[in-house]
């Protein structure tokens, strides 16, 4: 079992920044950011894999949010900037156990509790 903990989000104007946190009550394989629109399915924003620390994002958001972790506190941060309107979703962290496997939902088990990030005009 994994417990993860969510911190962070609210809400900025169209072009501002925020980060989100997410503690791990143990070392995981990866960590995955997802994100879920009203009325949407969810999904991935992007991957960390601690096999070979590869980081995997989707093409919505490369070069705008960046996924890192400091590993001694097992806490994993996804730093949004540039923020638009579309990115106004409900934010989670997912942990699984295998090493390897596409960003999907599939392959995270354990999930944080959610965090409401809204981008206004």
């Known amino acids: 079992q994994v417990r993860l903990v969510e911190s962070g989000g609210g809400s900025v104007e169209v072009g501002g920044s925020l980060t989100l946190s997410c503690v791990a009550s143990?070392?995981?394989?990866?960590m995955g950011w997802f994100r879920q629109a009203p009325g949407k399915e969810r999904e991935p924003v992007g991957c960390?894999?601690?096999?070979?620390?590869?980081?995997w994002y989707d093409d919505s958001v490369k070069g705008r949010f960046t996924i890192s972790q400091d590993k001694a506190k097992r806490t994993h941060y996804l730093q949004m900037s540039n923020l638009k309107p579309n990115d106004t979703a409900v934010y989670y962290c997912?942990?699984?156990?295998?090493?390897?496997?596409?960003?999907?939902?599939?392959?995270?088990?354990?999930w944080g509790q959610g965090t409401n990030v809204t981008v206004s005009t």
């Open positions: 960390f894999y601690r096999i070979d620390d590869s980081i």
């Open positions: 997912a942990a699984g156990d295998s090493v390897y496997g596409m960003c999907t939902v599939a392959f995270h088990g354990y």
């Open positions: 143990r070392t995981i394989s990866r």
